[in-house]
């Protein structure tokens, strides 16, 4: 009786065509770094970029359109930073994750970036493989710090709760008065903040009293300094 040649099927490895890639958009306001985080991160064979925004509001809108299961988001950008992009996307897409890539160790940066609903901090300076580790970690369900501030954000965090102040008169701040902030602290006049967020003159100067109410800041400067404090705006971007 003559045999059948049986050949075994290998189990495809990462990368396989049968595999569902992570989708990626990556958003920073410095087309340079897009490009190059792009290129190094297709080398991965599981994951795929589908997208790029050059900052916080286009990063909103690429989200809602191409529905990618990670944002790389860069927490300083003009117009909507990464923070604000964060808190819209989580409650507009809340089935993306997202992943802060920048620069900034601040402390600030880092807890403000987990309340805004971030998955992920990890740092600009780090090696490719740490980054690639962040993605599928998120995409895992899985939070993730570099290394190298970890322990800096944790003892922060206790140090909030053992002292009772985890609660700002930043917390108050709704989303729109955070916008308006931000574009008040990047120069805009009340004018130009209107027509950069569609609503009126009067909605503008009504949350400009809001924001300085709450915050206790009734002068622009003070105003401005307190935002570049709270990583609203970032003077070396």
């Given at each position: ?11 495809p ?5 049968g595999?569902?890639r992570?989708?990626?958009l990556?958003?920073?306001d ?113 939070s ?10 944790i ?83």
């Amino acid at each position: 009786m003559e045999k059948k040649n049986k050949t075994k099927r290998k189990i495809p490895m990462n990368g396989g065509k049968g595999m569902n890639r992570i989708k990626l958009l990556v958003a920073d306001d410095h087309k340079i770094f897009r490009q190059g985080i792009k290129k190094l991160l297709e080398e991965e064979k599981d994951l795929q970029v589908v997208g790029e925004a050059k900052d916080g509001r286009d990063a909103v809108k690429k989200t809602q359109e191409l529905k990618p299961d990670v944002v790389l988001m860069d927490v300083a950008m003009a117009d909507l930073n990464g923070l604000q992009a964060t808190r819209q996307i989580k409650k507009t897409v809340p089935d993306t994750k997202v992943l802060m890539v920048t620069m900034h160790k601040n402390e600030e940066y880092v807890l403000q970036s987990f309340q805004a609903g971030a998955s992920a901090y990890v740092l600009k300076e780090g090696a490719v493989e740490e980054l690639v580790s962040a993605i599928r970690s998120v995409h895992h369900e899985k939070s993730f710090l570099s290394p190298t501030i970890s322990k800096t954000v944790i003892d922060a965090y206790l140090r909030k709760i053992e002292t009772g102040t985890m609660q700002t008169p930043f917390d108050l701040l709704t989303d729109r008065e955070r916008e308006v902030l931000q574009l008040i602290a990047e120069g805009y006049t009340n004018r130009e903040v209107a027509k950069a967020l569609y609503i009126s003159v009067k909605t503008v100067e009504a949350h400009r009293a809001h924001i300085m109410q709450k915050l206790d800041i009734h002068e622009v400067a003070k105003l401005v300094k307190y935002a570049i404090q709270k990583g609203l705006v970032d003077l070396t971007t």
